[in-house]
């Protein structure tokens, strides 16, 4: 089998038509590191060029599916990233090189000739929710959680797979709030194929997996080409260019870098509490002048009121 830094790849022991992919970070949540855009997509690959595999369930290890990417690595430090970058002035388009990777990789779920599962229980949030939607079925716990948070402040989900999932009204519902939905209401508004008590979670995937896993791969790979060509036909890919590009600016605008140095001062969860609370967000001069305190203040090594 292949041996990746942040997931695992290999055929069901019960049944070699199915190959499940495990995202194997359990102690961080299975928080996307730099590794695994392209751990997933040699993963993907490989289950591409199995000839035994037809089909591939992508789940989590431990408590849940992915928390997002690993703020460890992308958000909490004062080191130069291409995706946050703290020398002036911000170089959009290595951002953009940098997160069109990502997604790319990500994408390499939805673009494989083979049907992929996201099988979802705690949570799929924020870039774990983008891994989610780039599989083409969605199987979820009834308590699991789905959403993209950062669309408050600080994100932009780079794939835009939300309009295609769940059409323009709901999709725009879940940018304006970057409110998260149980699995529950995922299938009722037709996100999830499914949604099951937690503990019949792997029945229902494995069930659906080998009912899929029955057809030929020609026609598995002709029936997806199909429907992908009519995401294409919508406009997907200038989509993804536009939202790729704007997840950019939202971590560089002035309410960005006001979230980032709070985040930085009192710590993310601070950060994410003050987000996802529902308070006002500072915008604009307001937020430029609270961003200028907070660097200062981290300068000095002194608090500041927000």
Known sequence: MPDF???????DPAN?????????????????????????????AWATDNPEVHVVVVEGAGRGFCGGYDLNVFGGGRDHHPCQQEHQPWDPMEDYAYMKRNTEDFMSLWRCPKPTIAK??????????????????????????????????????????????????RAKQMMFTGDVIDGRTAAAWGLANEAVPAERLEEATARLAARIAGVPRSHLAMHKMVVNQVMLTMGLEQTQQMATL??????????????????????????????????????????????RALEAALAAGTRTEP
Not at 5 to 11: D, V, Y
Not at 16 to 44: G, H, K
């Open 120 to 169: 979802v229980h705690g949570a799929a949030v924020a870039g774990g929710s983008d891994i989610a939607l780039c599989c083409d079925l969605l199987v979820m716990a009834e308590d699991a959680r789905i959403g993209y948070m950062p669309t408050r402040v600080w994100g932009c989900p780079t794939t835009a797979m939300w309009t295609y999932r769940l059409g323009p009204a």
């Open 5 to 11: 830094k942040t997931l695992r790849i290999g055929p």
């Open 16 to 44: 070699p038509r199915i190959a499940r992919l495990l995202l194997n970070r359990p102690e961080q949540y299975n928080a996307i590191t730099d590794d695994t855009p392209r751990d997933l997509r040699a993963a993907v």
């Open 246 to 291: 704007f997840d950019g600016v939202t971590r560089h605008n002035p309410e960005g870098m006001w979230f980032r140095r709070y985040a930085q001062h009192e710590g993310f969860k601070a950060a994410v509490q003050w987000r996802d609370g529902g308070d006002p967000i500072p915008e604009g001069d307001a937020a430029r002048e609270q961003a």
